[in-house]
């Protein structure tokens, strides 16, 4: 089913952002909806679909329902979704899909967890051994960072990309989350501090690494048929891809091949564009070497040569292709299903073009991946300032 | 690494790996109709979907297909062993698996490097993990 321009995001919104020792996670998420429901100009009660992902900090179950409940809504089209950090860009496909076949109008999705003030930071990083495999590889103590080290490790080795370049990686988000309103990080970084932080698995450092926030996003799927009743400008969805390869480690095809490719390749074939056509892109930056992978996957950079565009400064808001401009999960916000979901926040926002001194140029179709365990499932899409 | 660590979760799928591993045998399953050999064990062959799996021992030798030195460890239990590495090796005989880099010159360890499995104790019942040391 083809969900070329038939589809808006109508809204969006973040929770505070940070440490905020004040809110539960499930209220991050409830204030996010509450925010992209303002910003789409509607109502809870225009709500009858809500997806959501899952939660590590506190002991619920459905959260689908879960959030319903706490919101006081009840909807007649719920789930939740957990395909990692690819859970977000999922939902919206899966919104998307249920809106165009009727079962619902209006959905409502949002991620997000309170992980920095909800459970202490070793429970944090302990939490984060669930991806891997229960019974092949946690006897080996790895974790996720690990993995990814794994593919860092075998990619610099196929295709050159070096610290450097991943290292650049990081200072592009922190120059980018220094310039929005609500980003957890707010203090400037060199390449120096990345190389010279502290290491976690080697290749990666803790600069290399995503951060652990309390925070929340949220947006509206609806049809674009309703865009003119709309507080502020959607955002069209384009074309969305989705792929899945394996969950584990142990079973990926390949440390240098993921699905990314194939979600690509689906959006754009969607929505009749190919990689020149993007104007700027949230990439999902859970560690800086998935970004360049990403890149390169996406079309978005010639094979070995995605870190050295991040390295010319070309992916700053200012530069040919702007990569991450709130700052990404490196600078901007990470929590646990949530990171991928301020990509489409992002997005949207600038392809409205009201983003002032941080405003990318070129706003006309934007590119978001989000991907979940290890590269194991992505989605791409691609959302337009209008339907094309 | 030794044997304080965590002992493997066997389960069904695992129990004939893991009883291996104990007599101090790299085993890996194989599909009685197609022959594909698969890692991690499972009820079914992902190539042909046959039911029916038998098992034969894996020489034991593999080449690094990938590493990381970790030093910030999940667990404290792990956490007391760092920088310890951990691998991708490709079995001589094909599948691919995750292992320790174990040995002296361990941290010395490089994409391509031959390896060797060894066994080691976890848990103080007789339970033993597969490792892998330079060749
Ligand atoms: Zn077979």
């Known amino acids: ?388 | 690494m030794s044997g304080d660590l965590p002992a493997p979760l066997v389960n069904a799928d695992s129990a004939p790996y893991w009883e291996g591993a104990r007599d101090n045998k790299l085993l890996l399953q194989r599909c009685s109709d197609c022959g594909t050999l698969r890692f991690f064990p499972r009820y079914l062959c992902t190539a042909c979907g046959s039911e029916n799996t038998d098992w034969i021992e894996a020489a034991g030798r593999g080449t690094v297909h990938s590493f990381t030195v970790v030093h910030r460890a999940a667990f404290p239990e792990f956490q007391e062993r760092t920088p310890y590495v951990v691998a991708l090796i490709d079995l001589e005989e094909g599948p691919r698996m995750m292992t320790n880099i174990v040995g002296a010159d361990a941290l010395e360890v490089a994409i391509g490097d031959a390896v060797m499995v060894e066994f080691e104790d976890r848990g103080g019942d007789g339970a033993k993990v597969p490792q892998f040391r330079r060749a």
Do not use: W
């Open chain 1, 1 to 388: 089913m083809s969900l070329r321009n038939k589809i808006i995001v109508a809204g969006v919104g973040e929770s505070d952002i940070g440490k905020v020792p004040g809110m539960t996670g499930v209220g991050l998420n409830a204030q996010a909806c509450k925010r992209a429901l303002d910003d789409a100009g509607l109502t809870l009660k225009d709500v009858d679909g809500v997806l959501t992902a899952y939660t590590m900090t506190e002991p619920y179950f459905m959260l689908g329902t879960v959030v319903a409940e706490y919101l006081g809504i009840q909807p007649r089209y719920c789930a939740s979704v957990a395909v990692g950090g690819g859970s977000p860009a999922v939902m919206l496909k899966h919104a998307a899909e249920a809106v165009l076949a009727g079962h619902c109008d209006t959905v409502l999705v949002c991620a997000g967890e309170n992980r920095a003030t909800g459970q202490s930071r070793d429970s944090a990083v302990a939490a984060l051994t669930i991806v891997g495999h229960p019974y092949f590889e946690n006897p080996y103590g790895p974790l996720i960072p690990g993995f990814y080290a794994m593919i860092a490790r075998r990619y610099m080795h196929e295709f050159g990309t070096t610290r450097e370049q991943m290292a650049a990686v990081a200072v592009n988000g922190r120059n980018h989350a220094l310039r929005h309103p609500n980003a957890h990080m707010t203090k400037s970084i060199t390449a120096e501090d990345v190389l010279n932080s502290k290491p976690i698995a080697e290749p990666l450092n803790i600069l290399d690494c995503c951060l652990i926030s309390d925070a929340a996003g949220a947006f509206v799927v609806t049809r674009a048929d309703r865009a003119p009743d709309l507080a502020n400008d959607p955002a069209y969805l384009l074309g969305i891809g989705e792929f899945h390869t394996h969950e584990h480690l142990i079973a990926a095809p390949s440390l240098t091949e993921f699905g990314c490719k194939q979600s690509g390749e689906a959006a754009y074939a969607m929505a009749g564009l190919g990689p020149r056509d993007v104007d700027f892109a949230q990439l999902y930056d859970c560690f800086t070497i998935v970004p360049i992978i990403e890149m390169e996957e996406l079309g978005l950079a010639e094979r070995g040569e995605g870190g050295e565009r991040f390295l010319r400064g070309e992916t700053a808001i200012e530069g040919s292709l702007p990569i991450n401009t709130d700052g990404g999960l490196l600078s901007h916000a990470q929590a646990g299903a949530g990171g991928g979901i301020f990509g489409i926040v992002e997005a949207t926002r600038q392809l409205r073009g009201d983003q002032g001194d941080r405003q990318v140029k070129k706003h006309d179709v934007a590119l978001v991946h989000n991907e979940g365990g290890i590269l194991s499932s992505n989605c791409t899409m691609l959302l337009g300032r209008e339907a094309r």
